[in-house]
């Protein structure tokens, strides 16, 4: 089957839908599902007249294209008898002449319109051709693009696939549903396919494969300095559950390590105390950003925000600076202005300027008017179109009750003479 035969059974579902409302003439969207030689037949099949719709599907069986199976499965799930039973004998006859290429084409459709009234039938023989089938016709229905379609295979196969079979797809299927719902199979059935999980599944697989791993507080320790939030998190939980210490255990890992890992510094940020401030805070030098990132969200959750050690980490990597941004944000009037300013106006990453212009805008209303105003007048760039964007919608009456002092008057005078008579007009109301 060509690519045109490959969309999802939402895209013919949407085209159906589409065709009983506009007509026959649609374009690109039906040259995107089938050849242009057979877009006539399948626009006819979705005409809002049953009559025209039941001698398109009589066209289309004689055709005998695999392109136009979807169409005819839309078709087997229509509300006009007539309609519907021709559908049904073409695609009976169809199955019978070729099951391995059929039911793949077919199951798209079919899941999609499976909730419908008539649309029971053509979803309920595939399902038993596929939990009855062949290895190859199972494994031809895996490789359907439509993500739905090869959820819905997996959920009926799963009870016949071997534990191997089941952890691979956990492994390497790149569905995260299936991925899960495989893992949860296979961790039910083999305790060894769990640590497998564990050690090489992506997150949520790894979430998976540790709930089932509850009762081993060697294994629920070893996953505390996860890489992954959630996964931490579960090991936290069930570690406490079992009677475990996971706040000492992160103690150990920072103190140990040298560096300590990414995921001992996240997890220490997660649940330790403000005395742990100390532990972490050498580590403001880790070698990896993330490491850095995770010294400085575990200070500000710990309310240990020392302004003068954060602010050169500003102009570090982007998840350094995020956090930066985030813990001085309640400290913003203690940042050095004028470099704020300085780096606003610098050739630093756009990310760096991103972040100063946010801690210049924490500093009261009036100076963050002042600011976005200053930025959108003195620039032409992405900055300036994210302080247009404030000035426009960032304010509302918030400025009417708090009238600027003369300093910030004189400075916005001077801001607005300068201004566009749009940016302009968005905060002279607000000036008395």
Request: glycine share 6%; aromatic share 4%.
């Amino acid at each position: 089957m060509n690519s045109q035969g490959e969309r999802s059974g939402r895209a013919w579902v949407e085209f159906d839908e589409r065709a009983r409302r506009d007509g026959t003439e649609l374009g690109s969207l039906g040259r995107a599902l089938v050849p242009y030689e057979l877009l006539d037949m399948v626009c006819k099949a979705s005409y809002r007249d049953g009559y025209i719709r039941e001698k398109a599907v009589a066209r289309m069986e004689a055709a005998g294209r695999a392109e136009l199976l979807p169409a005819l499965a839309l078709r087997a799930a229509d509300w006009v008898p007539q309609v519907r039973i021709a559908a049904m004998r073409a695609l009976v006859e169809s199955l019978r002449a070729d099951l391995l290429t059929t039911v793949p084409a077919l199951l798209p459709v079919a899941v999609a319109v499976g909730g419908r009234y008539h649309g029971r039938w053509l979803l309920g023989n595939l399902e038993d051709f596929v939990r009855n089938g062949s290895p190859e016709l199972v494994a031809a229905c895996m490789r359907v693009p439509d993500v739905k379609a090869r959820q819905a295979v997996s959920a009926i196969v799963s009870k016949r696939r071997s534990v191997e079979e089941l952890v691979d797809t956990a492994l390497t299927d790149r569905d995260t549903l299936i991925r899960l719902q495989c893992a949860k199979d296979a961790v039910r059935r083999s305790p060894d396919a769990a640590a497998i999980l564990l050690r090489r599944g992506a997150s949520g697989v790894r979430a998976v494969a540790l709930r089932a791993l509850a009762d081993r507080v060697d294994v629920l320790e070893a996953a505390l300095d996860d890489r992954n939030a959630l996964v931490r998190l579960i090991a936290q939980y069930l570690l406490t559950r079992a009677g475990g210490d996971p706040v000492a255990r992160y103690r150990d890992l920072v103190t140990a390590g040298d560096p300590p890992s990414v995921g001992a510094l996240a997890g220490l940020a997660d649940v330790g105390t403000p005395e742990d401030s100390s532990l972490v805070l050498p580590w403001l030098a880790h070698p990896l950003p993330r490491g850095r990132a995770e010294v400085v969200r575990a200070l500000r959750r710990f309310r240990k925000v020392d302004v003068p050690t954060l602010v050169p980490l500003l102009t570090d990597s982007p998840a350094v600076s995020r956090q930066v941004v985030a813990a001085l944000t309640d400290h913003a009037a203690l940042v050095d202005e004028d470099w704020l300013w300085s780096l606003i106006d610098s050739d630093v990453a756009p990310y760096v300027r991103i972040g100063a212009l946010r801690l210049l805008r924490e500093r009261g209303s009036w100076e963050q008017a002042i600011t976005d105003l200053r930025v959108a007048v003195t620039r032409d760039d992405d900055l300036a179109r994210v302080a247009r964007e404030s000035l426009a919608h960032g304010y509302g009456e918030r400025l009417a009750y708090l009238q600027p002092r003369p300093a910030q008057r004189a400075r916005l005078d001077a801001l607005l003479d300068r201004a566009s008579p749009e940016l302009a007009g968005y905060l002279r109301p607000w000036l008395s």
